[in-house]
């Protein structure tokens, strides 16, 4: 996958190209990355890319032609999806992760100051999305979240090809709780089934504590989910034990 960053802070993104599973990964070969900053595209001699808001009001506004020029110049290299980071857009979740995973490349356009000219969104963003509702200071740390989620759904991204079958979201449940050694640590103990050796039992447990996590703390996903006989059986016993 070659993603491409318009930014004006480039270096930032050094933290998942230089780093972790992403890092080793980029060094595999397994995904590519060039950051093209607006600002060599700006049309005065002082760079500017951003400037007051017309009807007034608080901080700047990015302007449409440099990052349009930043976006062309991008597109040159490739035709990946232009994707807008913002508040406003729709919300980053697994399932659109893993539909962005599926794609060549991505040209992913961070804003900074207020946000950028609406005329832009109109003319050169295919899709705008939001990592949540909160306010940060710029597209940067949206973008490498939303890099990070969907790089390691990319088949040799994560060493061991279960793994992101087992993240939270990727069946639709919460994660299960998971434990390593010491066996006992302050006087709580590693549930004895985790160590009983019995591949089958473990595979229950882990899914009624997923379950049961995602029933009391997102039974939103539960609403959305259609469940397997396994699964629903479960459920029963975690809403009968939740009773008593
Ligand atoms: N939430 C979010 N999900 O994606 N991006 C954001 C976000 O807060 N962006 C900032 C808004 C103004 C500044 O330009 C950058």
Partial sequence: MYIQAVTLFGEMFRSITEHGVTGRALQRGLW???AVNP????????????DRPFGGGPGMIMMAEPLQAAIHAAK?????RVIYLSPQGAPLTHRKAAELAKLDGLILVCGRYEGID????????DEEISIGDFVVSGGELPAMMLM?????LIPGVLGDADSAGQDSFANGLLDC??????IE????????VLRSGNHALIAEWRLEQALRRTLLRRPDLLAERELTPEESRLLRKIRQEERD
């Fill in 76 to 80: 040159s290299q490739q035709n990946g």
């Fill in 148 to 152: 990070d989620a969907v790089l390691r």
């Fill in 118 to 125: 609406e005329r832009l969104l109109t003319s050169s963003i």
């Fill in 39 to 50: 600002r060599q595209f700006a049309d005065n001699k002082l760079g500017y890319i951003d």
């Fill in 177 to 182: 709780p998971h434990y390593t050694r010491p």
């Fill in 32 to 34: 590519q990355f060039d």
């Fill in 185 to 192: 640590f302050q006087g709580m103990a590693v549930p004895a």
